[in-house]
């Protein structure tokens, strides 16, 4: 007997439960024009994210790290939010336990107007104190600022974003939350490498817990092997084939409801 699609095993799966928790990286943000950490477009000038994400680098230069934010932050803002996040929005109105666990710090999820977002690396669009005299969102600009780096209202020390560095700790009540998340029916990641720690360890969680896992991704990722099912391709059209088979699904079973 031939093996059940994969699309259609997972969509069946979808149209009878109501727990999902997805995990998105910067691969869901890519069809919005949103450069990829990593990818050739990550690249600013002659630096690599890697060397300007840092709170070593703010210390040393926070000048710097602030231009490449300003620029990261207006190419954001001409962006639109794509099929990806369209999808995902509709599924955290649709399943009653919906949780959305997102790397991505561009804001394009709320846009589309997703529900029950936890933002795991923080936003581009909020600030805060430097020196840690307070955590308030004081920024939320889509133009270039006109003075770098901000200025703290308080107590006059520069202002840094409000994202998860390299070599910072995830805020420890939203890691705590999407620890919890895991524990559903089934559990997505899209469009992230499976290599950022401790992310990363969500999927082998929920597993671990009874949930099925799914990978969408263009290629195959480090979590391949590691997930219930794997979907290749661009997001945006897995995640439409999908969506649209469990909705074909959802209608069979009220019209035979109807009968």
């Not at 300003?70 to 190419?75: A, E, I, K, L």
């Not at 794509?82 to 999808?87: D, L, M």
Request: proline letters at 8%; charged letters at 25%; aromatic letters at 8%.
């Amino acid at each position: 007997m031939p093996s059940l699609d994969p699309t259609l095993r997972v969509a069946r799966r979808l149209a009878e439960i109501e727990r999902v928790t997805v995990l998105t990286g910067a691969g869901v943000s890519a069809a919005s024009g949103v450069p990829t950490f990593r990818g050739r477009d990550g690249l600013w000038r002659t630096f690599r994210p890697e060397e300007l994400a840092t709170p070593h680098a703010f210390a040393r230069d926070p000048r710097l790290v602030w231009e490449w934010y300003d620029w990261r932050r207006q190419r954001i803002a001409a962006c639109s939010p794509n099929r990806v996040h369209e999808v995902l929005a509709e599924w955290s109105r649709r399943y009653p336990r919906f949780r959305l666990i997102t790397q991505n710090v561009d804001g394009l999820h709320e846009r589309a107007g997703t529900q029950h977002v936890l933002r795991y690396h923080g936003s581009i669009w909020d600030v805060r104190c430097a020196g840690g005299c307070a955590r308030d969102a004081w920024l939320d600009v889509r133009v270039p600022l006109p003075d770098l780096p901000p200025r703290c209202p308080r107590c006059d020390g520069p202002l840094r974003p409000d994202v998860v560095w390299f070599g910072e700790p995830v805020d420890p009540r939203v890691a705590a939350l999407a620890r919890d998340a895991t524990l559903c029916d089934v559990f997505f990641t899209i469009g992230t490498s499976a290599v950022v720690y401790p992310a990363a360890g969500l999927a082998h969680e929920a597993r671990a817990r009874g949930a099925m896992t799914v990978e969408i991704n263009p290629e195959p990722t480090e979590a391949t092997a590691l997930v219930d099912v794997a979907l290749q391709g661009p997001a945006e059209d897995v995640l439409d084939a999908l969506d649209r088979a469990v909705c074909k699904i959802a209608g069979s079973s009220s019209a035979r409801g109807a009968s």
